[in-house]
């Protein structure tokens, strides 16, 4: 990339995307062997609101996972310093009923009150609400996790000037019950570009 003056652009997913359809459960996130651990993986509740354990997606609740993913993008940055450029793939959780795992519970808890659950359980009943129907505790503690921890990761590798940038989909309203707060990232001008990635049959 350097010889013919290429940019080079990391592409990362901050808590999803860890599945390996081969070995299941294994990414280095949560094998102790590697300096993570089981207990990172998140849950989601299933269509019968039972509570399952994520293959897949990292809670960044605990402050131990953000400091390695962190620790682990420092490493990668070493390695190839010429990366200029920082895309998050779609950042924010799987799907809409992430993350309800006991440390989530008690810190949604402390800072809005209720139960994580019962407010997930909720806010399914209104998938389809306009705003402000969506704007409920669930999808505020998500969006306060995912920018807490794109903060923490724009701390460490300030020095580096890099361009940040995002990839969106068709749902503003369905993406903050992923986690995605794009209004508030926005007027923070964390990006400098966004990729849509929207996967419809008709064209």
């Keep these: 990339t350097a010889r013919l003056g290429l940019r080079l652009h990391l592409n990362y997913p901050l808590v999803n995307n860890r599945n390996n359809p081969r070995l299941p459960g294994i990414a280095p ?4 062997e590697c300096g993570g651990s089981p207990e990172w993986k998140a849950r989601f509740l299933d269509e019968a609101g039972q509570v399952v354990v994520s293959e897949s997606n990292v809670c ?4 131990a996972t953000r400091a390695w993913e962190l620790d682990l993008l420092s ?3 070493a390695r190839y310093p010429g990366i200029d450029s920082f895309q998050l793939e779609e950042p924010g959780f799987d799907g809409e009923s992430f993350c309800v795992c006991d440390e989530c519970r008690a810190q949604s808890a402390a800072r809005h009150g209720g139960d994580l659950v019962a407010e997930i ?7 389809d609400c306009p705003d402000p129907g969506c704007r409920g505790r669930a999808a505020a503690f998500k969006c306060e996790q995912l ?7 724009r701390d460490r ?6 361009v940040y940038s995002a990839t969106i989909s068709y749902d503003r309203w369905r993406d903050r019950r992923l986690g995605r707060d794009w209004p508030a990232w926005t007027r923070r001008r964390w990006w400098r570009f966004a990729a849509p990635m929207i996967y419809v049959f008709d064209t």
């Design 29 to 32: 996130d949560f094998l102790p």
């Design 60 to 63: 960044p609740s605990r402050a």
């Design 75 to 77: 490493g990668l940055l």
């Design 121 to 127: 359980e909720r806010e399914r009943l209104t998938a």
């Design 147 to 153: 920018t807490s921890l794109q903060q923490e990761l």
């Design 157 to 162: 590798f300030r020095s580096r000037g890099f």
